[in-house]
């Protein structure tokens, strides 16, 4: 976990009250996420297009960008056989009503792995690091691992540079993660590309002395709350008296919570992995006995969680120091959704209920009434984290991070331009997730590399016009 993670797992927020997982190897975090592949809706690509000025997100271009990265992964969109979590999921849906909407995976269709997030360990998954920089190497690239980039480097740029740019980006200073090496590495480039993700480029970029007021603002984290359901082995439910909650494809179906009038939906259901120490620190202390009971019945307790398309955002104000505060709207959405995945669970035939707040929230479900079930509801809501000095409180938790270095028509609009290249340095280019104008709204993995691969191609055309115009 320490080589996957950014801190080994989990990054808190400021306040404690938010938990983030961030990818933090080779591949980044499309070597350990979830195997979610949806392309970015045509809602956000409209709004990205239109109110944030960024005409590439509503062109053929992205649209090609997009079916590049399904085909260089390997997407594929059926399932041969879901788990437990996602059958549990799809079973509650369909007895309630509800529309549920298959995922497709960057695996092979009978991938039946519930450990991704640790790594493929049958390498079916195709990250980045099993694609694209394989692909690099190829082609004569070199990956170091064990440093950290410290700094940019900067010089003077020529004739006083374009679009009024006085500094050229020229490369990096790096230093090794083993103490025992004290000498710095500098590589110089023509052309220098941040992938820091959006908890690390802004630090690189406001360490470097970069000073534009974007960098850091505007993080989306796609905040997520989480409810859980006990069925047990002798499950009157025939479909899922067999397997565990770990077991099988982590994520495979979705339900969209929808706000109706063709408003876009309130909140997404999707199931996590949840390792047996995650479930032990999501679960709530109520009692040492409590504890132990919830831990042996962890491989039949599912879970499903609430996600929400965050118009609220935070800052990062430095390396793990990151400031987030939920939106009021963000937080009835998410309330929303997170009563949605409790009825689900119910009628998927789950013989107890819960969200994680502090006080053990549940309910025995065997007998009760259908009025019973919407008093427990009413009481379901978000709370604060454990400093908001309230009653109880809960952990927001959110494997995405999004926004942090956002594209914007001008320098007043966001950190980096069109094509992600840095208002205020020539040939410094921003390729990750803090690039996106605002949160997807759906798991941004094809978002990133689709957006990625349209910049990457317009930085290639830039070094092939100034190789043949004699620029150095």
Known sequence: ????????????????????????????????????????????????????????????????????????????????????????????????????????????????????????????????????????????????????VEKLLFSDAAGGGARGKKKRCVGVVAASSKPAIARKLVVRAKVTVSACGSLLTP?????????????GKNLHLHPIAMAWGYFPPDTPVPDLQKGKMYEGGIITSLHKVEAGDGLPHRA???????????????????????????????????????????RGSGTVHGERRIAYHMDPADRENQREGLRRALRVLVAAGATEVGTHRSDGQSMKCEGASEKALEEFLDGVTVVRGPQSKSETWSLCCTAHQMGSCRMGATAEDGAVDACGESWEAERLYVCDGSVLPSAVGVNPMITIQSVAYCLATGIAEQLKCDLSSGKN
Not at 203 to 215: A, D, F, Q, W
């Open 203 to 215: 630090v690189l970029l406001r360490g470097s002395g970069l000073k534009n007021l974007h960098i």
């Open 1 to 148: 976990m320490s080589q996957l993670y950014e801190r080994g797992g989990f990054v808190s927020t400021l306040s404690g009250s938010g938990l983030l997982l961030a990818g933090s190897t080779v591949g980044g975090g499309s070597a350990v996420n979830w195997s979610a592949c949806i392309k970015t809706p045509d809602s956000v690509r409209g709004e990205w297009a239109g109110e944030h000025g960024l005409p590439l997100f509503a062109s053929p271009d992205y649209t090609a960008a997009m079916d590049a990265v399904f085909r260089r992964l390997g997407v594929t969109s059926g399932c041969e056989e879901e788990g437990l979590q996602n059958k549990v999921l799809r079973k509650g849906c369909e007895k309630l009503g509800y529309k549920v909407e298959p995922v497709s995976r960057n695996s092979s269709e009978g991938h039946f792995c519930g450990s991704c997030g640790y790594g493929c360990r049958t390498g079916d998954k195709r990250g980045t690091d099993t694609t694209w920089l394989v692909d690099a190497v190829a082609r004569g690239a070199v990956i170091l691992t064990g440093c950290k």
């Open 268 to 310: 997404i259901l999707e199931t996590p992995l949840m390792g047996v120490a995650a479930a032990g620190t999501q679960f709530p202390w109520v009692s040492g006995r409590d504890m132990k009971e919830r831990m042996l019945r962890y491989g039949r307790t599912v879970h499903i969680f609430s996600l929400v398309r965050d």
